[in-house]
């Protein structure tokens, strides 16, 4: 991931995409940390201290110290620390050596992928009676993504943070040189694949899309929504294997060797993808499937785009998102208590829609699309309003300790796929010995 402000004011994103292939430090990684210590927090007059480690950066980190001030403001016995020193990439490594050294935070900015890797451990807290069961919180109006992310074995372990999802936007020019019309929602995949070859000129170096070909969870996390769609899951029922390994991954992998033999897809072989989208920006290259943190730096690029939802092989577009969450750590009756007022006021409308609007996150539920502010926002950044559309079909990676290992056999399934070393077939009967030896290890 880089540091690099996506969508207006949005964290640092994206290189592997929020911690999927992430894996928890060991207790000898946990050196001298600033620590929070396990003290009560309470001074004399009963102000609690609550320490954030936020994570952001930028735009984000300029929208969180102005959401703490505010609630500081209309919660005078809190005061809210910020710290930590890391960005998002690194928490779970940070929040893993404190668990070491008994030094973690109260609330700590979590990619939901990251998320069972400390679940594990009795300092985070359940949240399911603070969220879930009250009638105070928004919970039933979240998307069905953002509940999911911090959902972990039926309880709630942290609170939707952040959210996105993914879309095809396609660059206008490019379309209209090759005399392609541009797609509309309710397209296949097939018509993608074709598209991508129409839209291919060998002659002017243009591509007709592009596919991060690192390896990593940003190679990885585009091909959950067709696995999806096809009735396959990342982990099957019972969780002693993948539940991709048949039809669903074999034809998933098929659209990938489709766009290779077409020689119509550009691999970026660097994390992060920044050569696709500077390729993309560059006009050379009409479609690459994207979320919406891209969008500042292709207006930025004064790109004339078009969104539209993801293809599908089956008429129903199913899509993914890779939300970020709002760990609590207990650290005491008083900072625990603090804590969870904190972020019970951050899931407030009012609170929320800045923070999506000014850290770049999609609408964390119905309630906060609806809010003025939304509403204007999404008018002013075209494409934007489909993103949210598509929470509708929105799902999640699972949030299960093996899903790194999963991720990493995967990854490397689509990369011989997409360097045509292998077949589909074969590579995904490679995945499946690696996934599933993991997943046995893991129970």
């Keep these: ?13 994206r290189g592997v995409l929020r911690g999927g292939g992430a894996i ?16 009560d927090g309470m001074s004399a007059d009963g102000t609690v201290r609550v320490d954030l480690w936020h994570g952001q950066a930028d735009s984000a980190l300029a929208a969180i110290k102005r959401l703490v001030a505010d609630f500081e403001a209309t ?11 890391v960005i998002a990439d690194a928490m779970l490594q940070k929040v893993t050596a404190g ?23 009795p300092k985070l807290v359940d949240l399911t009676d603070h969220l879930r069961d009250r009638g ?39 379309f209209d040189d090759a ?20 839209l291919t000129d060998t002659g002017s170096s243009t591509f007709g899309t592009g596919w991060p070909g690192a390896g990593d969870e940003d190679t990885v996390w585009r091909m959950w929504p067709l696995i999806w769609e096809l009735g396959g899951d990342v982990i099957a029922p019972r ?16 659209v990938v060797r489709t766009l290779v033999e077409d020689e119509s897809v550009y691999v970026d072989p660097k994390p992060g993808g920044e050569q696709m989208y500077q390729v993309f920006a560059s006009g050379r290259m009409g479609m690459v499937v994207t979320g919406p943190w891209q969008l500042p730096d292709i207006r930025q690029a004064k790109v004339d785009y078009h969104v539209v939802r993801l293809p599908s092989f089956k008429g129903s577009s199913v899509t993914i998102s890779g939300p970020d969450t709002w760990a609590v750590f207990d650290n005491g009756p008083a900072r625990l208590k603090a804590a969870r007022t904190l972020i019970s006021w951050l899931m407030e409308p009012e609170q929320n829609v800045l923070w999506d609007v000014e850290a770049g996150s999609l ?64 590579a995904l009967r490679a995945c499946a010995d690696k996934a599933n030896a993991a997943l046995a290890k893991s129970r």
């Design 136 to 174: 105070d919180t928004p919970w039933k109006q979240y998307w069905p993504a953002a509940r999911d992310a911090v959902t972990v074995d039926g309880k709630v372990r942290a609170a939707p943070a952040l959210l996105d999802s993914l879309a095809v936007v396609c660059n206008k020019k490019v």
């Design 24 to 39: 928890a430090l060991t207790a000898a990684a946990g050196a001298a940390l600033s620590g929070c210590g396990a003290d």
């Design 99 to 121: 668990l070491a050294s008994d030094s973690v935070p109260d609330i700590a900015y979590i990619f939901g992928s990251d998320l069972a890797s400390i679940a594990r451990s």
């Design 239 to 254: 969780k002693r294997e993948i539940g991709f390994a048949g039809e669903p991954g074999v034809r998933a992998l098929e």
């Design 363 to 426: 609408p964390l539920s119905r309630t906060m699309e609806k809010q003025p502010q939304w509403i204007e926002h999404t008018e002013q950044v075209p494409g934007l309003a489909v993103f949210t559309a598509a929470l509708e079909t929105a799902r999640v990676r699972p949030v299960d300790p093996s899903y790194p290992q999963i991720s990493k056999a995967f990854g490397e399934a689509v990369i011989s796929v997409l360097l045509g070393r292998s077949t589909p077939e074969n």
């Design 75 to 85: 919660h005078p016995k809190i005061r809210v620390g910020m710290g930590g020193g």
């Design 179 to 198: 005399g392609v019309p541009l797609p509309e929602d309710g397209w296949s995949w097939q018509e993608f694949t074709d598209t991508a070859k129409k």
């Design 1 to 13: 991931m880089n540091a690099v402000d996506r969508m207006p004011g949005a964290p640092t994103r």
